[in-house]
């Protein structure tokens, strides 16, 4: 069994900066691919930035050039690191594990922008 464990979350104003952290309870390099998602109230769940086994990062074209997502495989982590941020950014992130055989998640971390 995989947990996940988001934290790094707060409020910030627009043009501020986050860096969310996921910590893993399994070595992240066995994953297919790590992805961070991002729920707003009332909208579906969607995926912001998904980086694979092998450390190739793709983001959402809203994101692009703003958030950059990476790995610390000696300590079993996934980052975001969100610059510039705007109002629409606020949601609930979500850090996801994929293998081969299931994916888990973490219990989110809130992210609020104000303007």
């Known amino acids: 069994q995989v947990q996940l464990v988001e934290s790094g979350g707060g409020f910030v104003q627009a043009g501020g900066s986050l860096r969310l952290s996921c910590a893993a309870s399994t070595s992240v390099y066995t994953a297919t691919a790590m992805a961070w998602y991002r729920q707003a109230p009332g909208k579906q769940r969607e995926l912001v930035a998904r980086?694979?086994?092998?450390?190739?990062?793709t983001y959402a074209d809203s994101v692009k050039g703003r958030f950059t997502i990476s790995r610390d495989d000696a300590k079993n982590t996934l980052a975001l690191q969100m610059n510039s941020l705007k109002p629409e950014d606020t949601a609930v992130y979500y850090c996801l594990l994929n293998q081969n055989w299931g994916a888990y998640w973490g219990q989110g971390t809130q992210v609020t922008v104000s303007s």
């Open positions: 980086m694979t086994r092998g450390g190739s990062a």
